[in-house]
């Protein structure tokens, strides 16, 4: 699991260049991207269904992105949109596609519906945190 | 004042173009027309266009901004980020204000040696998270950066992205069936899933997201279009392949 957290950073940091994010910031990215695979692997480990991980996993990459994006003064995507390639449900979508391809639809549909949720979940988990920094910021300021 | 919104334009221009959320292209707007006095302000952007109005002592000025180029430069949207935050405190002429605008657009990306390189590299990655194995890994390496030589090649000419992502996700499944012995090797696919990954639209999708949370509703749901076309026309190209060759008995 620990080997794996690494190439997900080594994965996240690789595609942060494809986004032209420089020094630094693609090494903390890259690290983001390492900590939400983690979470994932850790609550899927522990029994629980794929997309309370990524759930949980998006909320932690948010609070961090927001959290860097204060320090390093630069905004919150280019700690965000690498780091969660890795834990997006891309596999799963082409497993629904292959299979809607190939005629079977019982199994695409299951692939399909999940794939939803997870992809749900990750969104949830990036408004909630967004929101809630908003407003705190701006509570912060005002005193 | 024409020149204080043409830069406050520009500005919102070079956010979007490279990726930046729609509502950071507004504050921009709004930050430095703000910075050289101009109070009255309306901006409005979306991904394919930004509207910005003005009214300073009576005299309405207005300008539009078509966008057509579409990219990802997270460092230049940084770069034009840290720009409106020194105009703010610290009061430039139009002049000079302009000269760093123009330096920023005309920022290079990484090589592109190095962004094959890394390309590789995250595929060869990716093949690992997807439980692939040491032949997986050095196949990885070879078709990622294939794969974006490609995708290089195909955005100089200028196609359009749906056409990009089709024939992109095609090559790199019949790269990954080449590169696993003509699919001999088991579970082949996972090199080809694994190039496939550097042309998931993350950044589109994590746009799309923080757009419509920001209530930018026009500018997330057209993302999501985009998004949800991207990820459709991947599916498309690969899996037409790859039935192809399971066909084939490969």
Request: charged share 15%.
């Amino acid at each position: 699991m620990i080997a794996k957290t690494i190439f997900a950073v080594i994965a996240t940091a690789s595609f942060g260049i494809l986004f032209n994010i420089r020094g630094l910031n693609l090494i903390l990215a890259g690290i983001n991207g390492g900590l939400g695979y983690l979470i994932v692997s850790v609550s899927t480990a522990g029994g629980a269904e794929t997309y309370i991980g990524m759930f949980l996993a998006s909320i932690a990459m948010t609070a961090l992105a927001e959290i860097l994006a204060r320090y390093r003064k630069a905004p919150a995507t280019v700690f965000l949109a690498a780091a969660l390639i890795p834990i997006v449900p891309g596999g799963r979508l082409f497993n629904f596609v292959l299979h809607l391809l190939e005629g079977d639809y019982q199994t695409a549909a299951a692939d399909g519906i999940t794939t939803l949720l997870e992809a749900g979940a990750i969104a949830v988990g990036i408004i909630a945190v967004s929101s809630f920094t908003k407003v705190f910021l701006a509570r912060i300021r005002k005193k | 004042m024409g020149e204080i919104i043409e830069l406050a334009c520009r500005a919102g221009k070079i956010i979007v173009e490279n990726g930046g959320e729609t509502y950071r292209a507004e504050d921009t707007m709004r930050y430095v027309c703000a910075a050289f006095g101009v109070d009255e302000c309306d901006c409005y952007a979306t991904p394919t266009t930004i509207i910005i109005s003005t009214n300073h002592g009576g005299e309405a000025l207005s300008r539009m901004m078509r966008i057509k180029k579409r990219g990802v430069d997270l460092h230049k949207v940084e770069l034009v980020n840290q720009f409106s935050r020194t105009i703010a405190r610290q009061p430039m002429d139009a002049a000079e204000a302009e000269a760093v605008l123009a330096e920023i657009d005309g920022a290079p990306p990484y090589r592109l040696s190095v962004s094959v390189a890394a390309a590789a590299c995250g595929t060869a990655a990716f093949t690992v998270l997807f439980g692939g194995c040491v032949t997986h890994f050095l196949s990885g390496i070879v078709v990622g950066g294939i794969l974006r030589l490609l995708l290089w090649h195909l955005n100089q000419i200028r196609l359009d992205y749906f056409t990009i992502n089709l024939l992109g996700a095609a090559a790199a499944a019949v790269c990954g069936w080449l590169f696993s012995f003509a699919g001999t090797l088991v579970n082949w696919w996972i090199i080809a899933f694994a190039a496939i990954m550097q042309m998931v639209p993350g950044l589109i999708f994590t746009n799309a997201i923080r757009d419509s949370a920001a209530g930018d509703l026009v500018s997330g749901s057209s993302r999501g279009v985009e998004a949800f076309s991207i990820v459709t026309a991947l599916a498309c190209g690969a899996g037409a392949v790859l039935i192809l060759l399971g066909r084939l008995g490969g």
